[in-house]
Nanobody, 118 residues
């Protein structure tokens, strides 16, 4: 069983940076693709970025060029470097892990709040 814990959220002014981390406990060898989702107040949760086990990255258009996703398979940790933050990036950021070699959900984290002010 895999559990995910996010950290690194906080309050920042527009143009600032934050680095989120998602630490996985349990059998890390079962983890395949990982992803960051975000949910703005009153909105649905949306995919922000994902990364395969071998490092292939995808981003939603609104964060391309500003966010960088990465992972350390030895530490079983995924990161999201967020630069040039905008007010519209405000929300709760969740990490998600899928089972290796499948799209089966392994776990969601409980989320970390990012607040960007103008």
């Amino acid at each position: 069983q895999v559990q995910l814990v996010e950290s690194g959220g906080g309050a920042v002014q527009a143009g600032g940076s934050l680095r989120l981390a998602c630490a996985a406990s349990g059998n890390g060898l079962t983890i395949g693709t990982m992803a960051w989702y975000r949910q703005a107040p009153g909105e649905q949760r949306e995919l922000a970025a994902s990364i395969s086990r071998n490092g292939d990255e995808t981003y939603v258009d609104s964060v391309k060029g500003r966010f960088t996703i990465s992972r350390d398979n030895v530490k079983n940790t995924m990161y999201l470097q967020m630069n040039n933050l905008k007010v519209e990036d405000t929300g709760v950021y969740y990490c998600k892990a899928e089972k290796r070699w499948s799209r089966i959900l392994l776990s969601w984290g409980n989320g970390t709040l990012v607040t960007v002010s103008s």
